[in-house]
């Protein structure tokens, strides 16, 4: 019997990797993913595993189970993101001592030195250097620890690994841009992912093709500044919306999503083709940060509150039932009650569905990082308490008024105590759980019975 790590399940906001179709022979070493952060990092996990199994040496297992090496792929958005990663180092360390652990992503290329101090590490990888896992995986010595981080400065055109299988069966994200040109005073993104780098368009549209006909029914385009994708490629009048027109005509596609986008990237073509296409899901998460034009002009965003208003407010009008989520950065330096309530009440009177409130947390590098006049912890954190409340009333109020309504469902099953369950997601992002049982179908049709604290309920039916 294997025995389960199980200090993996108290963290609810980690991706796991694997196990996957690899062959499980004699002699191939195992390796397991802990992916913290978002869905580029996701991504990336997936590459990376893409990488090693197709090398022939290794197989994937689930995170929980015992492997030779666990990979640790961070986040270092904020704070605490780094200190969750550091927790869980330890505690697979702890409870795996034999193993070699790999820690990748942005805290690695941000502070590889404080990352090697801790106990355990055989590796640190920096965000340009994952394609060379393989490589460097075997170059490690038992009782050293190895350092794989090159200057992010150097990272020119974008690392093609065309990944064609996923922890989920029926969603695929893929990744078209990297890094960002950008310089928001509170954000260290161009230092751990450089700058922004574009996926030729062929090779997104091949990949998408392949993950298509895999059976993948939902394709989720991402990017860490999905706006500039094309602009930095000679080919540049191919930009975004021509990239999303070309994979809507990818035959077999059932249905096509964005990660998150910034409002300046969000054009009249970009509205009208989400309007008018089917397949294209009826969501957008579109980033905030502050309902207060002197606290945006301190983060340096290229928008006004009144802009960014205007544009979701044409979004719900032209789009009924559009899901549109935001990002709200809570106690950013200088921000005063006045400018929170005046955050708060802004927002409350938008179309939006969900909020992800975040805590501000300084960034080392960062220009807010020499701001003087930070707001107490304790005051952010009332904050981000008081737009999570709204963003539960926001949402509870979306979903009740779909009760009653017939809508197709991308199928993700899960198993929970008691067997399978079957649920999903709506296009507008919606989670409705079908109750138990299996079944092979990626898209079924739900009548919507009711809500839940997080989703709603649903019973398979027919289509309209």
Request: glycine share 10%; hydrophobic share 35%.
């Amino acid at each position: 019997m294997v025995r389960r790590l199980s200090v993996f399940s108290r963290s609810a906001r980690v991706f796991w990797c694997g196990p996957f179709s690899h062959p499980r022979g004699e002699g191939l070493k195992r390796i397991a993913f802990c992916t913290f952060g978002c869905r580029l990092n996701q991504y990336d996990s997936e590459a990376m595993r893409t990488l090693l199994t197709g090398h022939g040496e290794w197989r994937a297992v689930s995170a929980s189970e015992e492997a030779d090496v666990y990979v640790v792929n961070t986040c270092s958005v904020t704070a605490r993101a780094d200190a969750r990663a550091r927790n869980m180092i330890r505690r697979i360390h702890s409870e795996r001592p034999g193993a070699r652990i790999v820690a990748a992503g942005c805290y690695a290329q941000r502070a590889p030195e404080e990352i090697a101090r801790l106990e355990g590490i055989s590796l640190i990888l920096g965000t340009a250097d994952r394609e060379r896992v393989v490589e460097e995986l075997d170059r490690t010595v038992p009782g050293e620890v190895r350092t794989s981080v090159s200057p992010i400065s150097a990272a020119k055109v974008f690392p093609e690994i065309s990944v064609r299988e996923m922890t989920d069966r029926t969603r695929a994200f893929v990744k078209v841009q990297e890094g960002c040109n950008e310089s928001c005073t509170f954000c260290i993104i161009p230092r751990t992912r450089g700058a922004s780098r574009s996926r030729r368009p062929e090779n997104v549209l091949a990949q998408i093709g392949d993950l298509v006909e895999s059976g993948y029914t939902e394709i989720v385009l991402t990017g860490v500044h999905l706006g500039d994708y094309g602009l930095d490629l000679e080919e540049g009048e191919r930009l975004l919306v021509s990239l999303i027109e070309s994979v809507l005509a990818v035959p077999g596609l059932d249905r096509f999503r964005l990660s998150s986008i910034e409002p300046g990237s969000i054009s009249e073509g970009l509205v009208d083709l989400l309007a008018s296409h089917d397949k294209f899901a009826r969501h957008l998460h579109i980033p905030l940060q502050s309902g207060c034009d002197d606290i945006l002009a301190r983060m340096r965003r290229s928008y006004t509150f009144g802009s960014f208003a205007d544009l979701v407010t044409r979004i719900a009008d032209r789009i009924p039932d559009c899901g549109i989520g935001t990002d709200v950065i809570c106690g950013f330096p200088g921000e005063t009650d006045a400018h929170f309530r005046r955050t708060f009440d802004r927002i409350a009177e938008l179309p939006i569905t969900y909020l992800h409130p975040f805590t501000y947390s300084v960034r080392p590098g960062s220009e807010a990082e020499r701001y003087g006049d930070q707001v107490p912890g304790d005051l952010k954190k009332r904050r981000t308490r008081a737009l999570k409340r709204l963003s539960r009333d926001k949402s509870r109020a979306f979903r009740e008024r779909h009760v009653g309504r017939v809508l197709p469902i991308v199928v993700e099953s899960a198993r929970r105590n008691g067997g399978p369950r079957l649920g999903g997601l709506t296009d507008n992002y919606l989670r409705v759980d079908l109750g138990p049982g299996e079944t092979e179908d990626t898209v079924v049709w739900a009548l919507l019975t009711g809500v839940t604290d997080d989703g709603l309920t649903g019973e398979r039916t027919g289509a309209p």
